[in-house]
């Protein structure tokens, strides 16, 4: 089976912290995602990477960085949180190829940032 | 932009009868599409994915429809169980679309009654 594990199911964050959300994927997968879910919006993309060192901005980038040194390590970066930054994050991870298209999803991080 | 929808956001079925959850495309170049399951407090969870050179496919009481001439997509889920109980998500992604995400619906929540 696939997993995806993120670093936290919860978090509280103060207004102009950093905030680091940390996603490891156990199925060597090459391709990985960040998305924000909220109500009324769905899951927006806000950075992807296809590979070791690679990033690339989705729909919502401003407000975040990304991070991937190692293939099974996807990390996203608050570098100054602010409120409507509250929301679930979710992780996702996928092969690449024709077979990869399926993204697999982590538990979520429910951050709010006060 | 082109963007995937639902035409429902809440189904309310009763157990044991089946249930059928639509979801409407715009974008004709897309040709791939997931159905995930989301329930309170979780990452979305894969449930059965089509691609476009396909317009029907089954799995475990699940199966899924594409009409590609209408641009509909339909999850059927047989004999409801109180687990079907979530928020049911399409998700479609475009031939060009390379590694990047998937464009999700806002999903329907599905309440089974007793």
């Known amino acids: 089976d696939v997993k995806v594990t993120q670093s936290s199911r919860y978090l509280v964050k103060r207004t102009g912290e950093k905030v680091f959300l940390e996603c490891v994927q156990d199925?060597?997968?090459?391709?990985m995602f960040w998305y924000r879910q909220d109500p009324g919006l769905g899951l927006r993309l806000i950075y992807f990477?296809?590979?070791?060192?690679?990033?690339e901005k989705g729909d919502i980038p401003e407000g975040y960085s990304v991070s991937r040194e190692k293939k099974e390590r996807f990390s996203l970066i608050l570098e100054s949180a602010s409120t409507n930054q509250t929301s679930m994050y979710l992780c996702a991870s996928s092969a690449t190829g024709a077979v990869g298209d399926t993204q697999y999803f982590g538990p979520g991080t429910r951050l709010t940032v006060l | 932009g082109e963007s995937v929808g639902l035409h429902l956001p809440t189904l309310s079925v009763q157990e044991g009868d089946n249930s059928i959850i639509n979801c409407a495309y715009s974008n004709s170049a897309s040709d791939y599409f997931i159905w995930y399951k989301q329930e309170s407090g979780k990452g979305p969870q894969f449930i059965i994915d089509?691609?476009?050179?396909?317009d029907k496919r089954q799995g475990q009481r699940v199966t899924v429809l594409l009409n590609k001439t209408v641009k509909h997509l339909s999850l059927q889920i047989a004999a409801t169980q109180p687990g079907d109980s979530a928020v049911y998500f399409c998700?479609?992604?475009?031939?060009?679309?390379?590694?990047?995400?998937?464009?999700f619906g806002k999903g329907t929540h599905l309440i089974i009654q007793p």
């Open positions: 089509i691609r476009s050179n396909m």
């Open positions: 199925m060597d997968h090459e391709n």
């Open positions: 998700a479609e992604k475009d031939r060009g679309g390379g590694a990047d995400g998937l464009t």
């Open positions: 990477s296809y590979d070791v060192k690679m990033k």
